[in-house]
Nanobody, 121 residues
Framework: QVQLVESGGGLVQPGGSLRLSCAASGLIISYNDMGWFRQAPGKEREGVVCMSSRDGSLYIGDSVKGRLTISRDNAKNTIYLQMNGLKPEDTAVYYC??????????????WGQGTQVTVSS
């Protein structure tokens, strides 16, 4: 019954910004750790950022530190990924994820369908 539906991807210029959304159903996001992963062509899926439901603490991947951040809108049961200073190497399919326990191990239990982000001039 859990569904995670990403939106907001597209084509953006290098240095630009983009905000991805993930609308959740079948779960209450405030009760779960939530996060974002990405997978570029020819590369393994990597964790971007996740947020603890217990204290709001974040895990941020080294490759995106200082440029991407996660937020929650509990009223809309939606999480966001704000992406700033985008680089061509950020091009990937971005996946929303939820965790049945804490997200520190980067082992997600449910995934969305993904949304494509392409950074190109």
């Amino acid at each position: 019954q859990v569904q995670l539906v990403e939106s907001g991807g597209g084509l953006v210029q290098p240095g630009g910004s983009l905000r991805l959304s993930c609308a959740a159903s079948g779960l209450i996001i405030s009760y779960n750790d939530m996060g974002w992963f990405r997978q570029a062509p020819g590369k393994e899926r990597e964790g971007v950022v996740c947020m603890s439901s217990r204290d709001g603490s974040l895990y941020i991947g080294d490759s995106v530190k200082g440029r991407l951040t996660i937020s929650r809108d509990n009223a809309k049961n939606t999480i966001y990924l704000q992406m700033n200073g985008l680089k061509p190497e950020d091009t990937a399919v971005y996946y929303c994820a939820t965790f049945l326990d804490d997200c520190s191990g980067l082992e997600a239990d449910y995934w969305g369908q993904g949304t494509q982000v392409t950074v190109s001039s």
